[in-house]
């Protein structure tokens, strides 16, 4: 099983990012994926100055945060965000409800920094992006001595046709769709 949040360690290193801090605009887990990646993590707004970044993840607070994001950029267009899982939207507990994800929040930041001449380019990692695909892959070359060659002999298995089946078939790999979750019959 490879979460959405494996891939940032591979981004981290290719940026050159290590030991940077970076603003977390959710949580990140216990230990976080930021410090595992390499990063120094921080929630304390008082810091968003010295950070080089924000990583934006599922469980935001919905008002105050847009507004860090937006200030932060106009400020500094140079800014990292990063958004491990870009989903629009997922299940919630209860039966047939959903939640908004961080991908509406990055498109409306988008758009409205844009009115104020500034192109923020945010970094997805998650599906339907090829970074979670391209880490599992190597990951499951390195770790098990594999040799995949062919993507397709390898079976991406989700329960969303917007990013589990759209990252599977765009990173080359065979798919199944399955009816629970986001996606019913």
């Given at each position: 099983v490879v979460s959405c949040s494996d891939a940032i360690r591979d981004f981290i290193r290719s940026e050159g990012l290590e030991g940077t801090l970076f603003f977390h605009a959710g949580y990140l887990g216990n230990p976080s994926y930021g410090e595992l990646a390499g990063l120094e993590m921080t929630d304390d707004p008082g810091r968003i100055p010295?950070?080089?970044?924000?990583?934006?993840?599922?469980?935001?607070?919905?008002?105050?945060?847009?507004?860090?994001?937006?200030?932060?950029?106009?400020?500094?267009?140079?800014?990292?965000?990063?958004?491990?899982?870009?989903?629009?939207?997922?299940?919630?507990?209860?039966e047939g409800a959903l939640m908004l994800g961080p991908a509406p929040v990055v498109k409306m930041l988008q758009k409205v920094l844009k009115e104020k001449g500034i192109a923020m380019k945010p970094h997805?990692?998650?599906k339907p992006h090829h970074g979670?695909?391209?880490?599992?892959?190597?990951a499951a070359e390195s770790h098990y001595g594999l040799k995949l060659g062919d993507r397709r002999r390898v079976l991406m298995i989700g329960d969303s046709v917007h990013s589990d089946i759209r990252g599977g078939n765009r990173a080359g790999l065979s798919t199944a769709l399955l009816l629970t979750g986001v996606t019913h019959e």
């Amino acid at each position: 099983v490879v979460s959405c949040s494996d891939a940032i360690r591979d981004f981290i290193r290719s940026e050159g990012l290590e030991g940077t801090l970076f603003f977390h605009a959710g949580y990140l887990g216990n230990p976080s994926y930021g410090e595992l990646a390499g990063l120094e993590m921080t929630d304390d707004p008082g810091r968003i100055p010295e950070c080089r970044g924000f990583i934006l993840t599922d469980f935001i607070d919905r008002q105050a945060v847009p507004d860090l994001l937006f200030n932060s950029f106009i400020k500094d267009p140079s800014l990292y965000l990063i958004v491990p899982n870009p989903d629009s939207y997922w299940p919630m507990a209860e039966e047939g409800a959903l939640m908004l994800g961080p991908a509406p929040v990055v498109k409306m930041l988008q758009k409205v920094l844009k009115e104020k001449g500034i192109a923020m380019k945010p970094h997805f990692l998650g599906k339907p992006h090829h970074g979670v695909f391209d880490y599992a892959l190597g990951a499951a070359e390195s770790h098990y001595g594999l040799k995949l060659g062919d993507r397709r002999r390898v079976l991406m298995i989700g329960d969303s046709v917007h990013s589990d089946i759209r990252g599977g078939n765009r990173a080359g790999l065979s798919t199944a769709l399955l009816l629970t979750g986001v996606t019913h019959e």
